[in-house]
């Protein structure tokens, strides 16, 4: 089992940033690939990010491309992802959830994800 914890998520102004974290427990998360998503009120959950096992493969939303940066940290204990957000944008606002894949390759879908975090809110305002 794993178990993974966010944390970073606040309330900032337009054109402001955040940095979430993702720690894992109860097994390493070191040969999985991570994903980040968010959900807004009455959305869907949707693709943020997703970052492979080593961290050299990183993929984004066209909406987040080059103002979010995803990176892992693999040596800490069971492992910590993170998700850089700059410039960020009322639309941006939502519930941000990392999610891990019990294979190496990054994937873009929901439902190829394992194991989930509780979330943690991010709020925008204009």
């Known amino acids: 089992q794993v178990q993974l914890v966010e944390s970073g998520g606040g309330l900032v102004q337009a054109g402001g940033s955040l940095r979430l974290s993702c720690a894992a427990s109860?097994?390493?998360?070191?040969?999985?690939?991570m994903g980040w998503f968010r959900q807004a009120p009455g959305k869907e959950r949707e693709f943020v990010a997703t970052?492979?096992?080593?961290?050299?493969?990183?993929?984004?939303v066209d909406s987040v491309q080059g103002r979010f940066t995803s990176s892992r940290d693999n040596s800490n204990a069971e492992g910590t992802v993170y998700l850089q957000m700059n410039s960020l944008k009322p639309e941006d606002t939502a519930v941000y959830y990392c999610?891990?894949?019990?294979?190496?390759?990054?994937?873009?879908?929901?439902?190829?994800?394992?194991?989930w975090g509780q979330g943690t809110q991010v709020t925008v305002s204009s």
């Open positions: 109860g097994r390493t998360i070191s040969s999985y690939a």
């Open positions: 970052i492979d096992w080593s961290g050299a493969i990183t993929s984004y």
């Open positions: 999610a891990a894949r019990l294979v190496p390759r990054s994937s873009t879908t929901v439902s190829d994800y394992d194991y």
